[in-house]
């Protein structure tokens, strides 16, 4: 039976817990699978050339029309350069003497100006005298439908005093008017007089406001369909990659761990064409799952004819072992005296063969356990198994402390009740042979949902960290030399776990110094109920207080 040692007195150095490489992380929002990746980036790259087009394009067309539009503002400066609007305010013109008969004349030419001949609705003309807006115009539709001259409206003071801030430099500028809206104005001069000229933006603003608005809706309508079309043509496109993912995902899925060898799964040969990367893929992925299946045959091939050797030469065992052990006892209480050195001899003889037939036993019930040998099974209530298996475990170890915690009421499980008491017994002889004189061991039987447990637990030196994940390995021990004086042959623990398994259930440990417990798991009889499998596999370390708990089963 596989047990415990002792702590060494001078430890070697601990091992470091190996990390786990972390999981890399991924930011919200971010897009996960390959299809989602590939339709965002085509999206988002038609998005960035739309924009890019679309400001080219507005860009350019604003360009042209306000082309246009100075090319007009420079003819209506043309057309009102020949006007003298009344000259210097000193000199007067066409018998005006007066200074208010003057600016009188000025309003009068620059509303004839703003209201008749070729100029757009809403141009404006003012006088400039010594740098200042004087008087400004600025023609409106007409009211009446019937009239085809145009209205005149002066400019208010706030207007003026914008129109004021212009550049005199004879450049074309665009201002904004308070109630009015953009403007292009220009100044102008001659040697008579200056002024300044300006005609509205407000058709070429609104052509310009209305091709960004048809750019935004056809880019939104086509990304709109860029990402119908893009998640379609990807889904079509990495159908065969997922195909790929799915047969990889249910290899993994396969319990090859049960040493059965089930490996059909492939790839679809219509998803291996040599010329397309993906189809590249997944024929090496059959290829790799050929080479595994191959591996796994000549593994499982090799485990059976393995166990056939052991249970062959096991069973052939037993007879020449049971006829040496006969032989020596025979010899040793044979009526002829026999020297102390002869006598000894032959209970070593003896000793050794019992040893030698005991490993027999083991190795016997494992190779059948591995062939799948079934097994008795009937209505077993664990509590006088208990009772009797730690009655007998008290009398083998007398300078323990045995007790028990067991329930009022029968703890029920279909069992074979032989090898379940074998179980028992190699539990609390593990208990019993690798702990000191004095050791209280506690066997209890409780129920955990779904599952009836035995736990033995003893509140020894506890299990080496190094030796934990091994415990349930066949012949592994802790101090050979204290194993194989008390006849342990290092399968005790291999033989509760291949019997638990046998069951349906598991074994399990925890141990710490000062506590160390077994746990036996079994399936409760009772309802049907939904039994989730106790976890398998896992190993918690702590390097303070040499704390390890080790789940193993095996099979399902």
């Known amino acids: 039976m596989s047990g415990r040692r002792r702590p060494q007195p001078q430890p070697g ?10 999981p890399r992380k991924t930011r919200p929002g971010q897009p996960r699978t390959l299809r989602a990746r590939l339709v965002v980036a085509s999206v988002v790259l038609i998005a960035v050339v739309c924009a890019v087009i679309g400001t080219v394009t507005t860009l350019a067309l604003r360009s042209h029309l306000y082309e246009q539009l100075d090319g007009r503002l420079r003819e209506v400066a043309a057309r009102v350069a020949p006007r003298d609007f009344g000259g210097p305010p000193d000199q007067p013109k066409n018998g005006i003497t007066g200074p208010d008969q003057q600016l009188t004349a000025q309003e009068t030419d620059l509303a004839a100006f703003v209201t008749k001949g070729p100029q757009p609705t809403g141009t404006i003309a003012a006088k400039v005298v010594n740098g200042t807006v004087t008087s400004a115009e600025r023609g409106v539709a007409p009211q009446a439908a019937k009239n085809y001259e145009m209205d005149h409206k002066p400019l208010t003071e706030d207007q003026t005093e914008v129109l004021n801030s212009v550049s005199q430099d004879g450049g074309e500028h665009t201002v904004d008017l308070p109630g009015l809206g953009g403007y292009r104005v220009v100044y102008s001069s001659n040697d008579d007089s200056a002024y300044y000229v300006a005609i509205p933006t407000t058709d070429a603003d609104n052509t310009i406001n209305t091709l960004i608005l048809v750019e935004l809706s056809v880019t939104a309508a086509g990304l709109v369909a860029a990402g119908i079309a893009g998640t379609v043509i990807v889904g079509v496109a990495t159908r065969p990659l997922r195909k790929v993912a799915a047969t990889a ?39 790799m799952l050929n080479h595994v299946h191959g591996a796994l045959h000549s593994r499982q091939e090799s485990e059976m004819r393995v166990r056939r050797f052991v249970a062959d030469a096991s069973h052939e065992l037993r007879t020449p072992l049971a006829s040496i052990r006969g032989y020596a006892e025979l010899t040793r209480r044979g009526r002829e005296e026999v020297g102390p050195d002869t006598r000894h001899a032959l209970g070593r003889i003896e000793s050794e063969a019992g040893r030698m037939t005991l490993l027999v036993e083991d190795l016997l019930l494992l190779a059948r356990l591995d062939a799948g040998r079934p097994l008795r099974f009937e209505q077993t209530d664990l509590v006088p198994l208990v009772i009797d298996t730690v009655s007998d475990a008290r009398a083998a170890g007398r300078e323990h402390v045995w007790r028990l915690d067991l329930p009022d009421e029968p703890a029920l499980v279909s069992a074979d009740s032989a090898r379940l008491q074998q179980v028992l017994v190699n539990t609390l002889a593990n208990a019993r042979t690798h702990t000191p004189p004095g050791t209280t061991v506690t066997a209890r039987v409780r129920r955990d949902g779904p599952w009836l447990c035995v736990d033995v637990q003893d509140d020894g030196q506890g299990i080496p960290p190094d030796l934990l994940p091994h415990v349930f390995e066949r012949f592994a021990r802790g101090d050979s030399s204290r194993s194989r004086a008390s006849g ?29 417990v077994f746990t036996v798991h079994l399936p409760a009889l009772g309802p049907a109920v939904l039994r989730p499998a106790p976890e398998t596999n896992r190993q918690l370390d702590s390097q303070v207080g040499h704390r390890a708990t080790t789940w193993v089963r095996q099979g399902a």
């Open 488 to 516: 342990s042959t290092g399968l005790g623990l291999a033989i509760v776990q291949a019997v638990a398994t046998a069951h349906g259930g598991a074994v399990t440990v925890d141990s710490a110094p000062g506590r160390t």
């Open 249 to 287: 995902t249910r290899v993994s899925e396969l319990p090859l761990h049960t040493g059965e060898v089930n490996l059909s799964e492939r790839v679809p040969e219509a998803e291996c064409d040599p010329h397309t990367e993906v189809g590249q893929v997944g024929a090496a992925l059959n290829r």
């Open 13 to 22: 150095p601990r091992r470091q817990p190996r990390q786990r490489p972390r």
